[in-house]
């Protein structure tokens, strides 16, 4: 008998391969964390628009957190029963016909290569009926636009392709497991008709994609596989360990942050900033703008404001200003995070009237605006580092608070919010989120809500949960509420007004394309 049978006691490990690093984590059946690890890779940006990763770096950090992560539980390999993965969604890989992955690169979400193709799309489909198949807004974020782009712009390249892969799938792959595309991830691509949760024929026949050009799907919290020997002695892994298939980072950590029925919310802000409500009921015509996925639990959907560069934003801002706390932090080993803490600390709510619009990638919800660019605005000689670094933190915030402001114009009910993601490392920044919302936020115990509910699936898949929604129920966990301050609340209405007309000013005097154009003659 496995000794993963009729579990009661027993170990689960969940991966959230990100777009900037990948962390694991073993939890026990309660959803306890028992120890972890996480591994920083740099992206590659090639050209203006394109952001990828390399594939083997992204794998051998996969396995070197698995290794990290059971030396720091201090847990017996052989009493892992699960391991399961959730990556970047919209991401893609294109395997060869020997299923090699080509230049061995991931196309990463953030790549807006497809910016390009975008009227060329719209004269197949229009971006109104694209919306209400697939739920995606018409954007280069999402798989569609950069696959059109090769075909388009590489055709010779194009024809190499004999299977388009997600991150997620290929690293199970790798461990040992099944070539299978999870559906619900597969949502995001920009090429799933949101309602059969299959491929749309519509899109497919728009732009000559094959069903054999991708893998058969799995739903969330299917076994496709075991540990193989080569897997396991990389990773430290036993072989045997189930493979199980999640969903997509961002769903997951709705899913590890609770969002199991209509009405709840959370607010991730890790890589990527996500407001997720979610719905019952799929009604586009009431949500322009919005990504409606299918939930990891299937049955529920999504509404989804994106904002592309979120906590991102704070890490660059650590590696440009932040660098004596960076120097100090190599050499006592204390986060470089939490000595910012220390320095925010001489900064107040409203950076002393420094602005920052948070679009190093562009700008997601409700703007989608790819052409958007990072601005600071009312920088003065008084200002400091700390007003800089709290500005980042603040204006991340702001937009956010401004998803949830267009989510409310569609009449979006949210009954509870949970807040997810490395953000909320920062007690700062908690205060910051429930002010500028003005409503009490619940941070969970777990602030990485979807490693969480990777365990959590990799639980289902070993029938140690019944279903999803029992592991959620044994598992996720709050801490104490953390309530606005009125007076805080007040001033950041102020701001948010100031932070609406900025961005109208720019857009409407095309300042965020003068200025692409001045980079590129530099």
């Known amino acids: 008998m496995s000794k993963c049978s009729g579990l009661v006691s027993g170990y689960l490990m969940g991966l959230d391969v990100g777009t900037t690093g990948v962390n694991a984590m073993i939890f026990d059946v309660a959803g306890n964390s028992l120890g972890g690890a996480y591994c920083e890779y740099a992206s590659i940006y090639p050209a203006e628009h394109w952001v990828e990763q390399d594939a083997e770096l992204v794998l051998s950090s996969v396995f070197s957190v698995c290794r990290e992560a059971l030396r720091d539980s201090g847990i017996d390999a052989e009493l892992i029963c699960a391991v399961s ?47 209400e198949l ?98 396991a002695k990389l990773s430290g892994l036993r072989e045997g360990v189930l493979l199980v298939a999640a969903t997509g980072d961002q769903q997951c950590a709705a899913i590890g942050a609770g969002v199991i029925e209509a009405n709840r919310a959370s607010l991730t802000l890790g890589t990527a900033g996500l407001l997720v409500v979610g719905t019952r009921k799929v009604e586009l015509d009431k949500s322009p703008g919005l990504m409606a996925p299918s939930s990891g639990l299937i049955g529920l959907y999504e509404l989804e404001g994106i904002q592309l560069g979120a906590a991102s934003c704070y890490r660059w801002i650590r590696d440009i200003v932040a660098t004596p706390e960076k120097e100090e932090s190599q050499r006592s080993g204390v986060s470089a995070f939490v000595l910012m803490e220390n320095l925010l600390k ?40 700390a007003d800089m670094i709290r500005a980042v933190l603040e204006g991340v915030t702001i937009e956010s608070f401004d998803m949830y402001q267009g989510m409310k114009r569609a009449n979006v009910e949210i009954d509870s919010l949970a807040v997810t993601g490395g953000a909320t490392a920062s007690p700062i920044w908690k205060q910051t989120i429930a002010d500028v919302f003005g409503i009490e936020i619940k941070p969970l115990k777990v602030p990485n809500a979807t490693l969480v509910a990777t365990a959590i699936f990799a639980g289902t898949g070993a029938g140690i949960y019944k279903d999803l929604k029992e592991g959620v129920t044994k598992t996720v966990k709050y801490e104490n509420p953390i309530k606005p301050i009125p007076e805080n609340t007040k001033l950041f209405r102020k701001i948010y007004e100031t932070y609406k007309n900025l961005i109208n000013s720019l857009q409407q005097n095309n300042i965020f394309t003068q200025l692409i154009n001045l980079r590129n003659e530099n």
């Not at 949101?194 to 024929?201: K, M, T």
């Not at 002393?352 to 003065?380: C, E, I, N, V």
Request: some cysteine; overall charge neutral.
């Open 85 to 131: 993965i959730a990556s970047h969604r919209a991401s893609f890989g294109l395997l060869d016909s020997d299923g090699k992955l080509l230049n061995n690169r991931f196309i990463i979400w953030q790549d807006n290569r497809g910016v390009s193709e975008l009227g060329f799309i719209e004269s197949k489909i229009p971006a109104s009926e694209l919306y």
């Open 134 to 231: 697939t739920g995606m807004p018409l954007t280069p974020t999402y798989t569609l636009s950069k696959l059109i782009w090769y075909q388009n712009h590489q055709p010779e390249y194009w024809s190499l392709v004999n299977r388009v892969v997600f991150p997620a799938d290929y690293i199970l792959y790798k461990f040992g497991g099944e070539l299978r595309t999870e559906v619900t991830n597969a949502c995001c691509s920009g090429m799933m008709d949101i309602r059969s949760l299959d491929w749309s024929d519509r899109v497919f026949d728009s732009f000559g994609f094959s069903r054999s050009l991708f893998s058969s799907f799995v739903v969330p919290g299917t076994v496709v596989g075991k540990v193989g020997a080569e897997a």
């Open 346 to 385: 001489q900064s107040k709510p409203g950076s002393h009237g420094l602005l920052f619009l948070p679009f190093l990638s562009g700008a997601g919800y409700p703007q989608w605006d790819a052409m958007a660019q990072g601005t600071f605005a009312g920088l003065r000689f008084v200002h400091t580092r």
